[in-house]
């Protein structure tokens, strides 16, 4: 006569052993995703910080010296509208060791602007962006005073110019 009480328990064993393994990688997944959602939040909320301090002509010392000099329209409040943000995987970085995350802020103004003056109000738009990633990985201390690149557990952010949409 065989005995089958120690079957049910393997079986059992197996599938919760299973069970654990699904959930391992899983959450593999899920904190890659939810590094990817922090950033996206990051860097909306930095666009629209550096287009708010754009428009509103709110410039450090040292910028507002150059534009008095050079980009006077620079210096009286403007509109300017995040239109869009997103990012781009661009493959593995072999000198950081991480996946590479380009993003790409789309913008508008009601203004004229000649091409140097959108690639500044840009600029600003972008170091935002950048900073604000920074912060919210805590990661400050790594990267440079223009926080270009930053850096979080498993990824290296960097921007591309503002596309500017004629509106």
């Excluded at 210096?75 to 380009?102: C, Q």
Aim: no cysteine; charged share 15%.
């Amino acid at each position: 006569m065989m005995d089958d009480n120690g079957q049910i328990s393997a079986e059992f064993l197996f599938l919760f052993g299973v069970l654990i393994l699904l959930v391992m990688l899983s959450i593999v997944f899920v904190a890659n995703e939810n590094e990817l959602n922090i950033a996206m939040a990051a860097a909306r909320n930095g666009a629209i910080e550096g287009s708010e301090s754009s428009s509103s002509a709110i410039y450090p010392k040292d910028t507002f010296t150059v534009y008095s000099n050079s980009k006077t329209s620079l210096l009286f409040p403007y509109s300017v509208e995040i239109v869009n943000v997103s990012y781009a995987e661009l493959g593995y970085d072999s000198n950081y060791e991480k996946m590479w995350i380009r993003f790409m802020v789309y913008a508008k103004t009601s203004e004229r602007f000649d091409d140097s003056e959108l690639v500044s109000i840009g600029d600003r738009i972008n170091y935002n962006l950048r900073k604000s990633l920074a912060i919210s990985f805590n990661t400050t201390p790594s990267t440079n005073k223009l926080y270009n690149p930053v850096f979080s557990s498993h990824y290296v952010y960097t921007t591309a110019n503002v596309k500017w949409i004629q509106g």
